[in-house]
């Protein structure tokens, strides 16, 4: 079987270990100044990536940086899709100036999270992006209201999967605040990540069988062992013959 698959990073946050981390993965989703970062480090960001030859995208979130825009706020699709838009403008700006075009976007979050349901503000989300750059890539979750959105939107939707987040048995992620949502195991998540790859399966926290589709493979960059992780999963899919690489759609 020949299996390729991206591997993205949320960087930009100020975690301090960026550069380790490009020299690992395919594709940035970078903070666009609303939970972290600001127009310095999506500069700084977007021109690592640049030289590492790593495709960059867009983290647009939730207006919060005291909760790092995990805090689900109570906000209407107008304000989502002016919220996103914003984000948008401001980091394709930055990434033409420095010769980069930009690849795709994944929402943040608190605001990736609610749009995995809730229809109207996946709606918005893909709308915001189609105003902006038609050929960007949208992350979402198989089957969830965000990928239907950019399916509806004829964006390309890239499925997105967890290698350092547990599942509960609906195929949403378990809650932050709980203390069994996330992976401690890097071997552990590798071997998860290639059941997904080649089952299109992820056991969940119940010992149920979750069905996914794996096309890109998030790892969150402000985790403590974030690279260690990253160094691991890169590994075990090379040796396993899994070509790494940015999705790409043609319009």
Do not use: W
Request: net charge negative; aromatic share 4%.
């Amino acid at each position: 079987m020949n299996l390729h698959v991206d591997l993205n990073a949320d960087l930009g946050e100020g975690a301090g270990h960026d550069k380790e981390l490009l020299k690992l993965v395919s594709s940035a989703s970078i903070a666009c100044g609303f939970h972290a970062g600001d127009a310095e480090t999506m500069h700084e960001t977007i021109s690592a990536a640049r030289d590492q030859g790593v495709a960059v995208g867009a983290h647009p979130s939730l207006f919060d940086r005291e909760n790092f825009g995990r805090k689900q706020l109570a906000v209407r699709p107008t304000e989502i899709f002016d919220a996103v838009s914003y984000q948008l403008g401001v980091f394709q700006a930055i990434a033409n100036n420095l010769g980069v075009r930009p690849n795709h976007v994944k929402p943040h979050g608190a605001l990736y999270n609610m749009a995995t349901r809730d229809q109207q503000l996946a709606d918005a989300i893909a709308r915001a992006i189609v105003a902006v750059d038609l050929a960007l890539v949208l992350f979402a979750p198989d089957k969830s209201a965000l990928a239907r959105a950019g399916e509806a939107e004829h964006l390309g939707v890239a499925r997105e999967v967890f290698a350092d987040r547990n599942y509960l048995a609906d195929g949403s992620l378990v809650p932050r605040n709980r203390p069994d949502a996330l992976l401690h195991d890097p071997k552990e998540s590798a071997a998860r990540v290639m059941r997904m790859l080649r089952e299109g399966k992820v056991q969940s926290i119940d010992n149920v069988d979750v069905d996914v589709r794996a096309e890109t493979i998030c790892l969150h960059g402000d985790t403590p062992r974030a690279v260690e992780f990253a160094r691991v999963l890169r590994a075990h899919l090379e040796k396993e013959g899994v070509t790494i690489r940015a999705p790409k759609f043609s319009k």
